[in-house]
C-alpha cells in the first residue's frame, strides 16, 4: 500500500500547501502520481507526529480495481494500516459490494478486518455477519453469518425472508469460487426446518458447477410414487453430464443421464435412460419374465470447412409405449438420420441417411423404409440482362425394406424463370422446366396402399416431366391516414404432363393437403414421385391492411380450375373435381400481443366447410391463451380417412405477484368425443425460490400403457438448483 501511502501525503500536500504551519516544514514525502490509485475527500490533515493521515467526508478511495468509500478514513503510515468509519462501502473486482460500519484494511484493501459486515454479491444475493478476516485478496471468513438471495420485504423489513442459511462460519473464496458454511441451518420463513454441519455451494460469479439439481416429487397410476433427483456434473469446460435417477414404487429404478460437448469445430449431446422391468404383453399382463427398457437420443453438427459442414440426429427407444410411459416423448415416429452438406455461392448440396422407428400398433418394423442415401443438389444461376435465371436439380433416393419394396430413385430437372414487371406495376412471371426421372423397384406391390402385398416382381421405369406455368399479380395499394390498403389479385396458368412410365413407384408423396400454401404451384403434391397432369388454372386475391405501428390483417382467397374432370387427386382432397374447393387464409395480428390465424378450405359444390384451421395466441408471457381447432370432414392421410376434428386449449395466468397458474387441454370432438391429455398446474417464482404443483393426465390407452394421472411436485432453492 505504499502507492497509496505516497498518493495520500502527495494530495495531502497540495491540498496545505498554502497553510502556515506546513509552508516550513523539513521535508516533503517523495510524491508519486501511481497510476492505479486515486483519493479524494472534502477534508484531509496531516499528523506529522503520530505519523497519520485523516481524511473526512464522502471519502473515496481507488486502489487498482477496488473502490473504498466511508465518512472518515485514517492512514497509520508505520503500520501501513487504513481504518474506516461510518458508512463504509468497498466494492470488490467481481462486483460484490461490501457493506460495513467499520474496516481495518492493509496491502492495497487486500487483507484487514470487517466489523458487522454485509455483502451484496454480483446475482443480488445478500450475505451478513457479526464480523469478518479478509485473509488475502481472495479468502474472507466470517462468524455468526446469514445468507440468502431473497430481498426483504418492503413494508416491513424486520420481516423473515422467504429462506436463508444461518451458519457459525462461513468461507468466501474467489479462487476456488465458493462459498462454504459450517454448523448450517436452513430457515423457511424464520423457521429452523435442517442442519448440516457443512455445506457449500459455487459463488455468483460461477455459471456452472458440479451438484444436485431441482428434485422432483410426484405419483403416478403407472409407476406409482415417485421421486427424480438430477445430479449435474462439469466435467470440464467445453463438456458436463447430467444423471438422473427415477426411483418409482411400482417400476423400480429407472436410469436417466445426459451428455452434453463443444469442440472446436461444433457440439454433441446425447440423453438416454434404461431400466429393468416386468415385461407386459398388449393387454399389459405381465408375462413372468424381466426386459430392459431404454431409449437414446443425441443430434450433434460439425463445420468442415467454409463450404461444408456434417451432422446427426438419432432417436431410438427398445420398446413402442416406453417413450409415453416415462414421459419422454409423444412421437409416434421416431426418426434418426446422418448428414453431409455443403453450400458454396448458389450451389447448394446434401447427402443424408435415414432410419425409421414406428411406435404406432400399426406399424410393422420389418415392412418399415430405411434410407441408406439420399442426395439432393440444387443450382441457381446468376440473373441475365433480362433478370431471367437458370437452375439445376438433381435428386438421387435409395429405399430399402426387408420384407416390401424397395425403390431406387435418379431424378434430373433444369429450369428457366423470367420475372417482368410493367411500367404500371403489373407483376408477371415465366417459368418452364424440363425433369427426368428414372426408377427400379425390387418386389413391386400389387396394392401400393397395402405394404406387404409384394410380388417378387423387378421393374425399371423412365418418365419426362415438363412443365410451363405463367402467373400474373396486380397489387392495387391505396394509403389512407396512417393504414395501407393492398387489394392484389393473383392469376396463375400452369400446364404439366408425364410422358413415358405413369405407373412408377410412390414413396415421398403419400400425403397431400390442400390449402393457401400450396394453392400456387406447377405440382401441388408433396415430393417428387406423384405430378399433376394436365391443364389448370390458379387464381385468387390477396388483400391486406397494414398499420404503421407494425399491426396487419391479410385475407387471401382461392380456387384452381383443372382441363380435366379425372384430375388423379384422391378423393377428399378438395382437387379430386374439375372446380377445386375454395381456400382461404384470414391472418391478424393488430399488435404483438394478438395474434389470430383461421385457414378453411370450402367445398364448392355445398360451400360446406371441409376443413378448417383455427390457431390464436393472446396475451404476453407472464398471462396468455392459446387455442387450436381443427376439422376436416375427410382426412384422406388418416389410417381411417374417417372425419377428424380436434381442439386444443392452453393458458397461463398471473394470480399476484410471483404466482400464476397455468394448463392445458386436448380433445377429440369427432364420433362420441373423447379427451385425450391435459395438464392443470400452480407455479410460485420469485427471485430465491420457486415451486410448482402439477396435475397430468392421459386419457388414451395404448397396448401396455393405460391411461395415467400424475401428480408432480417440483422446488427450487435459488442459486443452487
Request: hydrophobic share 35%.
Amino acid at each position: 500500500m505504499k502507492s497509496l501511502a505516497r498518493l495520500l501525503l502527495a494530495t495531502t500536500f497540495l491540498c496545505t500547501a498554502f497553510v502556515p504551519h506546513f509552508a516550513h516544514a523539513e521535508k516533503t514525502p517523495e510524491l508519486d502520481f501511481a497510476k492505479e490509485s486515486l483519493f479524494s475527500a472534502k477534508n484531509i490533515t496531516y499528523d506529522k507526529e503520530d505519523q497519520t493521515v485523516e481524511a473526512t467526508g464522502e471519502v473515496e478511495v481507488v486502489q487498482g480495481d477496488r473502490v473504498l468509500k466511508a465518512d472518515k478514513i485514517i492512514y497509520d503510515i508505520p503500520g501501513d494500516t487504513i481504518r474506516a468509519e461510518g458508512n463504509v462501502v468497498l466494492l470488490e473486482p467481481t462486483g460484490d459490494v461490501v457493506f460495513a460500519e467499520e474496516m481495518e484494511l492493509q496491502n492495497e484493501l487486500k487483507i484487514g478486518a470487517i466489523r458487522d459486515i454485509r455483502i451484496l454479491f454480483s446475482d443480488q444475493s445478500r450475505l451478513a455477519a457479526h464480523e469478518a478476516i479478509k485473509m488475502d485478496e481472495n479468502r474472507t471468513i466470517m462468524t455468526k453469518a446469514v445468507f440468502s438471495t431473497c430481498r426483504l420485504c418492503e413494508k416491513d423489513p424486520e420481516r423473515p425472508v422467504l429462506w436463508q442459511v444461518k451458519a457459525e462460519e462461513v468461507e468466501h473464496d474467489r479462487a476456488e469460487q465458493s462459498v462454504t458454511y459450517k454448523n448450517a441451518v436452513f430457515e423457511f420463513f424464520g423457521v429452523p426446518v435442517m442442519y448440516t454441519p457443512y455445506f457449500s455451494h459455487p459463488d455468483p460469479t460461477v455459471d456452472r458447477e458440479s451438484g444436485f439439481l431441482s428434485p422432483k416429487v410426484y405419483d403416478s397410476s403407472i409407476l406409482g410414487y415417485g421421486l427424480k433427483l438430477p445430479y449435474y456434473i462439469v466435467i470440464s469446460e467445453d463438456k458436463d453430464m447430467t444423471i438422473t435417477p427415477n426411483i418409482t414404487t411400482k417400476e423400480g429404478v429407472q436410469l436417466a443421464a445426459q451428455y452434453r460437448q463443444a469442440v472446436s469445430n461444433g457440439r454433441f449431446k446425447f440423453d438416454g435412460s434404461a431400466t429393468y422391468v416386468d415385461e407386459r404383453n398388449n393387454q399389459n399382463v405381465t408375462t413372468g419374465d424381466k426386459e430392459f427398457q431404454s431409449h437414446i437420443r443425441g443430434d450433434g453438427q460439425f463445420q468442415i470447412d467454409d463450404t461444408w459442414l456434417w451432422g446427426f440426429d438419432v432417436f431410438r427407444t427398445s420398446n413402442d409405449t416406453y417413450l409415453d410411459k416415462y414421459d419422454i416423448s409423444d412421437d409416434d415416429t421416431l426418426t434418426s438420420r446422418a448428414y453431409l452438406q455443403g453450400q458454396r455461392g448458389r450451389n447448394f448440396s446434401v447427402l443424408s441417411a435415414y432410419s425409421f422407428q414406428g411406435l404406432t400398433e400399426a406399424d410393422v418394423s420389418s415392412e418399415t423404409p430405411f434410407v441408406p442415401a439420399w442426395w439432393d443438389y440444387s443450382y441457381v444461376g446468376e440473373p441475365n440482362d433480362f433478370g431471367g435465371r437458370a437452375s439445376v436439380n438433381m435428386d438421387t433416393l435409395l429405399i430399402y425394406r426387408e420384407d416390401s419394396q424397395d425403390t431406387n430413385r435418379l431424378s434430373l430437372s433444369g429450369g428457366y424463370h423470367i420475372p417482368y414487371t410493367t411500367s404500371n406495376g403489373q407483376v408477371l412471371s415465366f417459368d418452364t422446366s424440363l425433369r427426368g426421372d428414372l426408377y427400379y423397384a425390387r418386389n413391386i406391390l400389387a396394392d401400393p396402399s397395402d405394404p406387404s402385398s409384394g410380388t417378387g416382381q423387378n421393374a425399371f421405369s423412365a418418365r419426362a416431366v415438363p412443365s410451363v406455368s405463367v402467373e400474373w399479380k396486380y397489387p392495387f395499394v391505396r394509403q389512407a391516414g396512417s393504414v395501407r390498403q393492398v387489394v392484389e389479385p393473383i392469376v396463375e396458368g400452369v400446364w404439366s404432363d408425364v410422358i413415358g412410365d405413369e405407373d412408377t413407384p410412390n414413396e415421398d408423396s403419400l400425403s397431400f393437403e390442400f390449402d393457401d400454401t400450396n394453392l400456387f404451384g406447377s405440382n401441388r403434391f408433396a415430393g417428387l414421385d406423384e405430378v399433376e397432369k394436365g391443364a389448370r388454372l390458379n387464381y385468387g386475391i390477396n388483400m391486406g391492411v397494414y398499420g404503421e405501428s407494425g399491426g396487419y390483417t391479410t385475407l387471401l382467397v382461392g380456387q384452381s380450375i383443372h382441363s380435366d374432370k379425372n384430375t388423379s387427386f384422391p378423393d377428399g382432397t378438395g382437387l379430386e373435381d374439375q372446380f377445386s374447393d375454395f381456400v382461404t387464409r384470414l391472418e391478424i395480428r393488430p399488435a404483438s400481443y394478438l395474434q389470430f390465424i383461421n385457414r378453411t378450405r370450402i367445398n364448392h359444390d355445398k360451400l360446406s366447410i371441409a376443413r378448417n384451421e383455427l390457431d390464436m395466441k393472446v396475451g404476453t408471457s407472464k398471462n396468455y391463451f392459446d387455442l387450436g381447432y381443427v376439422y376436416l370432414r375427410d382426412d384422406p392421410n388418416g389410417l381411417t380417412q374417417d372425419t377428424r376434428e380436434e381442439v386444443y386449449v392452453e393458458g397461463k395466468v398471473e394470480i399476484a405477484e410471483f404466482w400464476s397458474a397455468y394448463g392445458n387441454y386436448r380433445r377429440n370432438l369427432a364420433g362420441t368425443g373423447n379427451s385425450v391429455d391435459g395438464r392443470i398446474g400452480i407455479e410460485y417464482l420469485d427471485e430465491c425460490f420457486g415451486f410448482s404443483l402439477e396435475l397430468k393426465k392421459s386419457f388414451t390407452r395404448d397396448r401396455d400403457l393405460e391411461p395415467d394421472t400424475t401428480i408432480g411436485f417440483n422446488i427450487r432453492l435459488l442459486p443452487f438448483n
